[in-house]
């Protein structure tokens, strides 16, 4: 203000003096500089009075190709994400003992547990410490023998199979290169376990393979065992 006062009374000098009252090069050249200074100065303060924002909470991440039958087991890598709280969200491995570890949760049987099923345990044990509690649990790394499809028999390279959702018997026979010649196809079997039970399922292989009846093509769950006896002659 001091300047721009004292260009003033320079201009007014000149008008008494007879001189053009327009700005000189010099006078045009100090305001650009004065100008640039305060709005520079103006941005500054602003940017040192804006409120920090704090970050966002990281998404939960989607569990990787597995269903809502997948049953985790040792080697699997878990995301716990508790809602709205985030001191309690974290990653974590299946122990070799079968059981994880969280903040407020101390070793929890993991192993042979749906994803569903484990969150609303640790929903349980939270409830002691935190009013109502919302779990997720995402598989994030899906390693575990339990969601396993087993194909042995009169198959040409009989292997335990990654479970994946939406997997059939015939993914299960061509991921292991089909049936030998000695096979019996249509004595085939699927055995399954249902609530501790174990149930046979008679799949006519040859009548899927041959003749194409996709009616044998059954959906396969974890920890199925896909049984293909020898032919009798």
Same mark, same amino acid.
């Given at each position: $203000? ?42 500054? $303060?602003?940017?040192?009075?804006? =409120? ?17 039958? +997948? ?6 890598? /878990?995301?716990? +994400?508790?809602?709205?709280? =985030? ?7 299946? @122990? ?11 070793? $929890? ?19 002691? +410490? ?56 249509? @004595? ?10 174990? !149930? ?8 899927? /393979?041959?003749?194409?009846? $996709?009616? !044998?093509?059954?959906?396969? @769950? ?12």
């Amino acid at each position: $203000m001091v300047e721009l006062i004292g260009l003033a009374s320079s201009a007014e000098d000149r008008s008494s003096i007879g001189v053009s009252t327009a700005f000189c090069p010099a006078d045009i050249t100090r305001l650009i500089k004065q100008a640039a200074h305060t709005l520079l100065a103006l941005l500054v $303060m602003g940017m040192l009075c804006t =409120p920090a924002v704090a970050d966002p909470l990281p998404a939960p991440a989607a569990n990787v190709g597995v269903g809502p039958d +997948y049953r985790i087991g040792p080697g699997d890598s /878990l995301q716990i +994400y508790v809602w709205q709280n =985030p001191d309690l969200t974290v990653t974590v491995p299946v @122990r070799q003992d079968g059981k994880v570890s969280t903040p407020l949760v101390e070793d $929890m049987v993991a192993a042979g547990k749906t994803a569903s099923q484990l969150a609303r345990d640790i929903e349980g044990v939270l409830s002691e +410490y935190v009013r109502s509690p919302k779990v997720n649990v995402f598989v994030l790394v899906a390693v575990s023998a339990l969601s396993e499809v087993k194909v042995t028999g009169q198959v040409k390279t009989p292997k335990a199979l990654p479970y994946h959702e939406g997997m059939t018997v015939l993914d299960a026979v061509l991921a292991v290169g089909g049936l030998t010649d000695f096979a019996a196809g249509n @004595r085939a079997k699927l055995v399954r376990t249902v609530d501790g039970k174990q !149930q046979e399922i008679n799949v006519r292989l040859g009548k899927l /393979l041959e003749g194409g009846d $996709m009616s !044998q093509n059954i959906a396969l @769950r974890p920890g199925d065992v896909l049984l293909v006896p020898e032919s009798r002659f």
